[in-house]
């Protein structure tokens, strides 16, 4: 047993931490740390554009598709140390989500046409799995896709779709068969989100933020060509991309980003004359925070080494899902206790009401209030975390 | 990255395991802990036996060296087996005092004695429920001739009922305000006073009150050893902090068991959502406390004093809070069996009951980590 990271790996920390300091641009970099979203879409594809030239596209991608033969703490490390140089996540749906399934289950054809632009940041995926009756019972899902002559023709509505406004490309779960079991007749198709009869209308958030869509299909025509594997097997294919999901659900470079930040804040920030950080009930709770995500980085370790000989990780992964979140959700509190009253001011409800230049009316406060409010949505999505308690005790208490 | 054990190293953990489950079984604890002596001599020779008592024993003086790992998994397996032998206070804890600090003659006439198990040493450091930072003693020993002459309280030093020699930590002003020393005082020394009890889980312990009790100089173990001193208290509480994670996986793996057998309104109790997720939650406690004991044995042994504090810190109230919540909801989870003597969940809620309180609890540790936080 050696909790210590190898030499090879501290050296390639350093290799990491080296490229992003001299390869992020500094105007993604501070959006990223002020939490700006006006530029998302292209600050996100430009940085994987960066990735790709250097040959770090797509982390955990077997290296014949474009992948970078790392092991698997290896690629904690770079996710770490990314987080920690505030470059923007590359995004989920692409790297993580439909590139795992095109390489298990997409034809040598499909591979063709859309890894390319995965890799180098040209496309831009998002995800239709949630309906609006189908959420944790996302098997119960209803939208139609019929099968006419070398097309399919599809109809329903797909909620929840994160920044599926910059989309050039959507992977859908859909039904095809409603005659069995419900898991029997789903389908997963690929869609052009140029093609005629898709609807995209953002869904305001309780922060003010439009980050998630919900999304119509009136007889979207689809070239059968863009099926992945068979028909009615999507639900195989869809849990395997939840796998992939999961695999740095943890979220600990972004927490540890988070909590540096608060720390910082804490130091600059005063209460009763002296440094926030220094108030005693403030820094208990933030040592037990931080104590939480020391352990919290072990735990993710081991199961990292764990799955390393396994293709996709296993019900441990509910257990980083549900502490990371919390932990993150956490870290949120904190900072909104640290600014205290004057985190209610509020950059996007000044906005809604016409005054001019929101951002400039408040400061960093704002986001502290923001982000308190938009990270609720971590113990909700992805699997909300009583799915995942439903998953531990289903799959490693065996109850 | 290596979260895995040698094959020596398992082979110790399941010969540990084994041996408590046939030897020191539930039924033989039970009988030992309304016994006078509190322990088994028979069962303490034969963890000599299989050399558990020469693992702090350096090979050069006869012993095995084993190392924190295999410390961590001795101590995991006592705790998971409820042991109410004097494993960790005098195997663990007095032997590495001594073997940390000791001169050659000392080490010559106590460590082949301990590791034989015909000596139980133990080292008597805290003296009120402050904690156990190395400086936070009253005691005091003034030279006297050829004599040290020691008075002063300890409190709560677990197997000194048992023990043949007890290691007096003291503050020595002659020397300097700062300075702490420590001295092997033999039992039945005069002046020195044992208030003996049994503890809540089971196992033996004592206030000691010293009134002048005379001791040669050649009883002093080493100088100003504040430093090694920390260090042995350190160590032993990351075996503590092993301890208590094997109680809490025993625990947990016993409310399972118990809830898949367990039939109301015609189901096992186990099927029950609220239940479940109750579950879901003790195993999220379980494995963060897992790799807090994996942390305390990997820094126990770490020459930096303050980072070694304040990771062990980290870890005893980290693993302390586990202990409260997955102890707690065993017990609420095997509902009235739960609180019954004659269930080993008792016992292991009750193990870890002491082990939140033992060597600072939760909230002085967490303090102490809160005062090393930084800004930056």
Same mark, same amino acid.
């Given at each position: 047993m050696d909790l210590n990271y190898s030499a090879a790996d501290e050296q390639f920390r350093d290799e990491v931490s080296g490229f992003i300091a001299s390869a992020l641009p500094a105007e993604i970099r501070q959006r990223a740390a002020a939490g700006n979203h006006s530029q998302i879409r292209a600050d996100i594809l430009r940085w994987q554009n960066?990735?790709?030239?250097?040959? #770090?596209?797509?982390?955990? #991608?077997?290296?014949?598709?474009?992948?970078?033969?790392?092991?698997?703490?290896?690629?904690?490390?770079?996710?770490?140390?990314?987080?920690?140089?505030?470059?923007?996540?590359?995004?989920?749906f692409s790297i993580k989500m439909i590139g795992p399934v095109l390489i298990r289950y997409g034809t040598p054809a499909q591979q063709q046409q859309f890894l390319p632009g995965i890799l180098s940041g040209q496309d831009w995926w998002c995800q239709g799995y949630s309906e609006p009756g189908s959420g944790s019972d996302l098997a119960s899902l209803k939208m139609q896709a019929v099968r006419e002559g070398n097309e399919y023709v599809l109809n329903g509505q797909k909620i929840w779709n994160t920044l599926g406004q910059f989309a050039d490309w959507i992977f859908c779960l859909v039904r095809t068969d409603s005659s069995g079991k419900p898991q029997r007749g789903i389908s997963f198709i690929l869609i052009d989100m140029k093609s005629p009869g898709i609807t995209v209308r953002p869904t305001r958030l309780l922060d003010g933020s439009d980050e998630v869509n919900e999304i119509w299909f009136d007889d979207v025509r689809v070239p059968a060509a863009n099926l992945i594997g068979e028909e009615n097997n999507g639900w195989t294919y869809a849990k395997f991309l939840l796998g992939h999901e999961r695999t740095n659900i943890a979220g600990i470079g972004s927490s540890k980003r988070a909590l540096r930040r608060l720390k910082q804040a804490a130091g600059d920030l005063h209460k009763a004359g002296r440094p926030l950080i220094e108030d005693r009930q403030f820094g208990l709770k933030l040592a037990q925070l931080e104590i939480e995500l020391l352990a919290l980085e072990i735990t993710n370790m081991r199961v990292i080494v764990a799955d390393a000989e396994k293709r996709t990780p296993g019900p441990e992964a509910s257990i980083l899902k549900i502490r990371g979140t919390e932990i993150a959700q956490r870290i949120s509190e904190l900072r909104l206790e640290a600014y205290g009253i004057s985190a209610l001011a509020c950059a996007a409800e000044s906005a809604l009401a016409g005054l001019s230049d929101a951002d400039a009316v408040v400061g960093a406060q704002s986001r502290a209030g923001a982000d308190y409010l938009n990270l609720r949505k971590l113990s909700i999505f992805g699997g909300s975390n009583e799915i995942q308690r439903n998953i531990i005790a289903q799959m490693i208490l065996g109850l | 990255?290596?979260?895995?054990?040698?094959?020596?190293?398992?082979?110790?953990?399941?010969?540990?395991?084994?041996?408590?489950?046939?030897?020191?079984?539930?039924?033989?604890?039970?009988?030992?802990?309304?016994?006078?002596?509190?322990?088994?001599?028979?069962?303490?020779?034969?963890?000599?036996?299989?050399?558990?008592?020469?693992?702090?024993?350096?090979?050069?003086?006869?012993?095995?060296?084993?190392?924190?790992?295999?410390?961590?998994?001795?101590?995991? %397996?006592?705790?998971?087996?409820?042991?109410?032998?004097? #494993?960790?206070?005098? %195997?663990?804890?007095?032997?590495?005092?001594?073997?940390?600090?000791?001169?050659?003659?000392?080490?010559?006439? #106590?460590?082949?004695?301990?590791?034989?198990?015909?000596?139980?040493?133990?080292?008597?450091?805290?003296? $009120?429920?402050?904690?156990?930072?190395?400086? $936070?003693i009253e005691t005091t020993a003034i030279a006297d001739g050829e004599h040290w002459c020691i008075s002063g309280r300890k409190a709560v030093v677990y197997h000194a009922p048992l023990a043949g020699l007890i290691l007096v930590s003291a503050r020595v002003p002659a020397e300097s305000a700062e300075a702490i020393a420590l001295f092997a005082v033999p039992a039945g020394a005069q002046g020195l006073t044992l208030h003996a009890y049994a503890t809540v889980d089971s196992q033996r312990a004592a206030d000691l009150r010293l009134d002048n009790v005379q001791v040669p100089a050649a009883a002093r173990i080493g100088g100003d050893v504040r430093l090694p001193l920390q260090a042995a208290l350190d160590f032993g509480l990351a075996m503590l902090c092993a301890d208590a994670f094997g109680a809490l996986d025993r625990v947990l793996t016993a409310t399972i068991e118990y809830s898949r057998s367990r039939v109301q309104f015609g189901v096992p109790i186990g099927s029950f959502q609220a239940l479940q997720h109750r579950m879901a939650d003790m195993l999220i406690h379980l494995e963060q406390?897992?790799?807090?004991?994996?942390?305390?044995?990997?820094?126990?042994?770490?020459?930096?004093?303050?980072?070694?504090?304040?990771?062990? $810190?980290?870890?005893?109230?980290?693993?302390?809070?586990?202990?409260?919540? @997955?102890?707690?909801?065993? @017990?609420?989870?095997?509902?009235?069996?739960?609180?019954?003597?004659?269930?080993?969940?008792?016992?292991?809620?009750?193990?870890?009951l002491a082990f939140e309180l033992r060597m600072g609890d939760s909230d002085q540790h967490l303090e102490h980590y809160r005062q090393q936080l930084r800004a930056n």
């Open positions: 960066i990735l790709y030239q250097k040959g #770090w596209a797509a982390p955990a #991608w077997p290296v014949e598709f474009g992948g970078t033969g790392w092991s698997k703490v290896q690629q904690f490390i770079f996710e770490t140390e990314c987080a920690l140089a505030d470059a923007p996540p590359q995004l989920a | 990255m290596d979260f895995s054990y040698s094959d020596e190293q398992q082979m110790l953990f399941d010969t540990t395991r084994r041996f408590i489950e046939e030897r020191c079984g539930f039924e033989a604890r039970q009988k030992i802990r309304r016994s006078a002596d509190g322990h088994s001599l028979a069962a303490w020779k034969e963890l000599a036996d299989l050399g558990l008592l020469a693992l702090n024993v350096p090979e050069s003086d006869g012993g095995m060296d084993g190392g924190a790992i295999e410390n961590m998994l001795v101590g995991q %397996a006592m705790g998971a087996g409820l042991m109410v032998e004097p #494993w960790l206070s005098s %195997a663990v804890m007095a032997t590495q005092a001594i073997a940390s600090m000791a001169s050659a003659a000392q080490r010559a006439e #106590w460590l082949p004695a301990l590791a034989a198990g015909d000596l139980i040493a133990v080292l008597a450091h805290t003296e $009120s429920h402050q904690g156990d930072d190395a400086s $936070s406390a897992r790799s807090m004991a994996y942390l305390a044995a990997s820094i126990a042994l770490d020459p930096d004093a303050e980072r070694r504090g304040t990771t062990l $810190s980290a870890a005893k109230a980290l693993i302390g809070q586990a202990a409260r919540f @997955v102890g707690q909801q065993a @017990v609420q989870l095997h509902g009235g069996m739960g609180m019954t003597d004659e269930m080993p969940v008792s016992h292991h809620f009750r193990r870890l």
